[in-house]
């Protein structure tokens, strides 16, 4: 695609996987900008990560909106429209989407979870979950939102992570972080050449299609 990609984020912590994909788009190797970030927390760290790369950065707190969830979607949904992103990545974002947003963008919401899903589906402490039942191997997925599911959408890639001896939610963490940072791009990299296609769960990934010289 000779046009870059306009990508908007969600966020609600340290965003470093925002920075992954900050990092991706400046080096050239991710074809893409991120032209909007937007939080649920004022004090949202990744919100300075944003303006740090001269990313207009935005926090949205539900109490703004009278906790009415709807409405504040609702607000994100025409900011992210105005600023014409195409695709909205939720990079560390704590909060549920209504279903309004997410009809909004079909099948261009990604969202990154810290376990290889269906394992350790919804909350915030799957790597905790995970130290707790023994696994030997967990790890992150990137999958679409769809309406009326919490963290049950298409699954676009996983990167598997070993449980080590020794290993606590810190550590773990850490190293599921790690591959994070590289998923995380890499599925916004096939998203914007279009080599994503759903077919109901499933989503396949299409040969690139090789560059020709006209004659």
Request: proline content about 6%; hydrophobic content about 45%; aromatic content about 4%.
């Amino acid at each position: 695609m000779s046009e870059r990609c306009r990508v908007a984020v969600l966020v609600s912590g340290a965003g470093t996987n925002l920075e992954s994909l900050l990092r991706a788009c400046k080096s050239g190797s991710l074809p893409a900008d991120v032209v909007l970030v937007v939080s649920n927390r004022r004090d949202a760290v990744a919100l300075d990560i944003a303006r740090r790369w001269e990313v207009r950065a935005v926090a949205m707190p539900l109490p703004n909106f009278g906790g009415d969830l709807q409405a504040r979607d609702r607000a994100m949904r025409d900011c992210f429209r105005q600023a014409g992103a195409g695709l909205v990545v939720c990079a560390g974002y704590n909060r549920i989407l209504s279903d309004e947003f997410l009809d909004a963008f079909p099948d261009a919401v990604l969202n990154v979870h810290p376990s290889l899903l269906p394992a350790f589906a919804g909350g915030m402490d799957a790597v905790e979950r995970a130290l707790a039942l023994g696994v030997k191997v967990t790890g992150c997925t990137v999958q679409f939102l769809q309406p009326g599911e919490i963290d049950g959408g298409p699954i676009v890639l996983q990167a598997a992570v070993p449980v080590l001896p020794g290993d606590d939610a810190d550590t773990l963490r850490m190293r599921i972080h790690e591959q994070e940072w590289q998923l995380l791009p890499r599925a916004v990299e096939l998203w914007c050449a279009g080599r994503l296609q759903r077919d109901g769960r499933r989503v396949s990934i299409l040969e690139a299609v090789p560059l020709t010289l006209g004659a």
